[in-house]
């Protein structure tokens, strides 16, 4: 049974050629502005230190408890490390939040991937930007991989005209339209996103630090994500009696004859058609 009970100073230097004796406060003034700011530097730095201080507490605490199998403990942290992360309006460590939850989310539920989509879905409707873009994304994600591990499933299914609201239920083209739309969704504020280093995100990246350079911007990695499925194969299983292909000469061409090619095409819901 899981127990939870475990757990260098400013010199100013005068100026040698100023000899007059000038009184007790007009001498000290040049001296204070330069005090304050050091204390106001001091404290606002402890500030910052001791608000990073308690997002590691609340992280070795989640991590600790998970190194011990204890996933239900872990999780009651998750939720301490959400709501200072919401209060704060801390980018990172809310993700880092959404993430921690998924994985023991995966060790607690029986239908893990039904519980981690169904939050996701909440988590979504609360967030903000840069933090809801980001959800979005990967809630696609999740979508897909629910089709992936219920194949069997989708190819009984036929496509229906309205969308059931429970997901399980869902056919392969609804799921496959409901997955390109959040990746797109994702997508909808580029002038944002463009601007918005992917420094914001430090903390809950993986991968080589010196590479992000090739990806700078928070808009170059949601739109990598969504490159990936558009232009994976299996997304473009369900095709019309006219459908897209990439059989224009012209989609091969150098980069700026590409940019200036008008495609027209009847299927329009092709994931090909949209990456």
Request: hydrophobic share 35%; proline share 5%.
């Amino acid at each position: 049974m899981e127990s939870d009970s475990a757990l260098h100073p400013v010199v100013i230097k005068c100026n040698k050629l100023y000899r007059l004796r000038k009184p007790l406060h007009m001498t000290a003034l040049p001296f204070k502005p330069t005090r304050y700011l050091l204390i106001f530097c001091f404290l606002f730095l402890s500030q910052i230190a001791f608000g990073q201080n308690r997002y590691n507490a609340i992280s070795f605490r989640i991590d600790s408890f998970a190194s011990v199998g204890m996933p239900k403990s872990a999780l009651q942290q998750v939720d301490n490390l959400e709501n200072l992360a919401r209060k704060d309006k801390n980018v990172p460590q809310q993700i880092k939040a959404v993430i921690y939850r998924m994985t023991f989310q995966s060790y607690l539920e029986e239908d893990a991937l039904q519980a981690i989509i169904s939050r996701l879905r909440s988590d979504i409707r609360e967030s903000g930007y840069p933090v809801k873009p980001v959800l979005q994304s990967l809630l696609a994600d999740m979508y897909w991989k629910y089709y992936q591990q219920n194949r069997y499933k989708f190819s009984q299914r036929s496509h229906t005209l309205k969308k059931d609201t429970d997901f399980t239920n869902w056919d392969l083209q609804t799921i496959i339209t409901e997955s390109s739309n959040l990746y797109k969704q994702s997508l909808t504020d580029v002038a944002q996103e463009q601007s918005t280093p992917m420094n914001i995100l430090d903390g809950v990246l993986e991968g080589d630090s010196k590479t992000r350079y090739l990806r700078p911007t928070l808009y170059d990695l949601l739109l990598h994500r969504a490159l990936d499925f558009y232009l994976a194969d299996e997304p473009a299983i369900v095709k019309p009696k006219t459908p897209f292909s990439l059989n224009d000469p012209g989609l091969f061409a150098d980069s700026r004859a590409f940019a200036e090619l008008p495609i027209h095409t009847s299927d329009t819901a092709s994931t090909w058609y949209m990456g």
